[in-house]
């Protein structure tokens, strides 16, 4: 009998680590990085970053800002329709993914946050 259940019990804890990492990894954020420090060797990665907004570009599924550090600037793209009141001189905090689109670098944001410098 007992051996009959060992499987199951394993089953059912391998489940529970799933669900429990999977749950966890939407905890996680990254540490906060200049925009200068992003480079080709962190596409795919999650990033937090911030900048001050020098373009904003609307569209229908969202928005394009231009974030500047003062050393560089980054496109961020935002599939959402702008939920804050971004203007152009303001700061913005973005977590998002850095992608390659025509050879250069943007971040796919998850989250914008903007606020008066």
Do not use: W
């Not at 394993?10 to 990254?30: C, F, H």
């Not at 992003?38 to 394009?64: H, P």
């Not at 793209?77 to 939920?83: A, C, E, K, N, T």
């Amino acid at each position: 009998m007992k051996e009959e259940i060992l499987p199951i019990i394993l089953v059912i804890v391998a489940i529970g680590g799933i669900v429990l990492t999977n749950e966890a990894s939407g905890l996680l954020v990254p540490e906060m990085i200049d925009i200068s420090e992003i480079d080709l060797n962190m596409r795919g990665k999650l990033v937090l970053t911030r900048g001050i907004i020098t373009e904003i570009r609307v569209f229908s599924a969202g928005c394009y800002l231009l974030l500047s550090d003062n050393k560089r600037n980054i496109e961020v793209i935002y599939f959402d329709r702008i939920p804050f009141k971004a203007k152009k001189g303001m700061c913005a905090q973005v977590l998002g993914e850095i992608v390659s689109v025509k050879g250069g670098l943007e971040i796919d944001a998850k989250d914008v946050f903007s606020y008066v410098c």
